[in-house]
């Protein structure tokens, strides 16, 4: 009888899924073979890293090649493992939803400095803050809103059914789904009818990471983004800043006076998106850079008095 095979063990595992990744040209090769081992595992990184020698059950082991494959084929690592953290809360994430990038958590670093959130919790503390989260995709910046502002109140939108259906799961899981308020709509228009008809009130606050990528530039995205992340996510039109006019138009008529607005951009929107704040509507205009140096969000508050015209 031949000897039975040695059980793979972790190490062996995670040196093997690397050397694989890297030779497909995956990205972060080493981080996406650890969390795909944890995934096949069910392991969390501690136990991973303190029994290097534990040996894989042949279950465990096929899973995970299967799952190297896949990676190595091109799809995202948040794909296989079906989540995604942001700000620090974990998302589920699938094929109708943006996977949320890191510089996203920007926009939530914006809104919190323009509410001046510390000055809002010690006075204001039982006031209800409107918000509005517009594209929420898995509802990432609604969440992190709800989290950060236990008094708020905030209409979730977007035009995708499917990805609203993911978004409704996160925020269940996460015990916000009665203060998140879900509905599919063309940027605000949902909203703006029951504004005009006086049954709505007006937001405090619209934050939006609005499609923003040129179709033109299609050819020049990352296989992972270009063929597995929702085309409806990503592309803004042919040049990519197309929807930012509609948004910026429909958040002036239904923000409060002084209401903030905050935008993620583009890598090179800020040209086209900036002057379309130069109305008497718009004040306090700012730009913050991401990590990379890139102008990434854009905020502005709306005029303490409307003008008429
Ligand atoms: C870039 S993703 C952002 C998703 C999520 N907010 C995030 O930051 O990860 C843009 C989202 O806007 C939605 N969307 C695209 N066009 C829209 C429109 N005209 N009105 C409302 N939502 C739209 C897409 O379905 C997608 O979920």
Redesign the pocket.
Known sequence: MKPAAPALDIRTALKLGITQLRAAGVPSDTLAAELLLLHATGRDRTSLYSHPEDPLTEAEAQTYFRLLEQRAAGVPTQHLTGKQEFWGMEFEVTPD??I??PE?EHIMEVALDRLALRDLRLQHKQNILLFA??????G??ACALAKEFPAAEISA????PA?LAVAQRNAARLGFSDRIHFQQ???LAVHESLVTSHKSALFDLIAS????IGRREAATLAREVRDHE?E???YGGEEGYE?YADLITQSAAQLKPSGILVL?LGHDSLAAVRPLFDTPDWTNIGVTNDLAGIPRVLSAQLAAQRTET
């Open positions: 939803v943006l949320p990038r996203t989260d517009i594209g929420t995709g898995s990432c910046i939108l977007d035009i995708s990805a709509s063309n940027l990471n609005p499609p923003y929702p409806i996510a990503l929807l993620e």
